[in-house]
Nanobody
Framework: QVQLVDSGGGLVQAGASLRLSCAAS????????MGWFRQDPGKEREFVAA???????YYADSVKGRFTISRDNAKNMVYLQMNSLKPEDTAVYYC????????????????????WGQGTQVTVSS
């Protein structure tokens, strides 16, 4: 069982930055795939970024160049640095984990992840 606690959301103006954090439980965190998704009310959960256990990173086109995902295996933490925020980035952001140690997963699909954080609200005003 993996527990995830995400934090760091808030209300900011367009152009500002935020850093989201996700604390994960588990002794084998270094073997997890970790992802960030976001969701607006009434919409499907949308892929934002993912990081493989090796450190390889993957991004949605809409955030590429503005967001950076990273991990600290010593602290069981994953981060999402969000720069140049836009009003369309407004959503609840969720971190997700796949702890099966696979070489590859469909990292942009919510169904690839077995564990989810509770979500943290990000609101970007224009």
């Amino acid at each position: 069982q993996v527990q995830l606690v995400d934090s760091g959301g808030g209300l900011v103006q367009a152009g500002a930055s935020l850093r989201l954090s996700c604390a994960a439980s588990g002794r084998t965190f270094s073997s997890y795939w970790m992802g960030w998704f976001r969701q607006d009310p009434g919409k499907e959960r949308e892929f934002v970024a993912a990081i493989r256990w090796s450190g390889s990173t993957y991004y949605a086109d809409s955030v590429k160049g503005r967001f950076t995902i990273s991990r600290d295996n010593a602290k069981n933490m994953v981060y999402l640095q969000m720069n140049s925020l836009k009003p369309e980035d407004t959503a609840v952001y969720y971190c997700a984990a796949n702890n099966l140690g696979y070489s590859y997963i469909n990292y942009d699909r919510p169904t690839a992840y077995d564990y989810w954080g509770q979500g943290t609200q990000v609101t970007v005003s224009s």
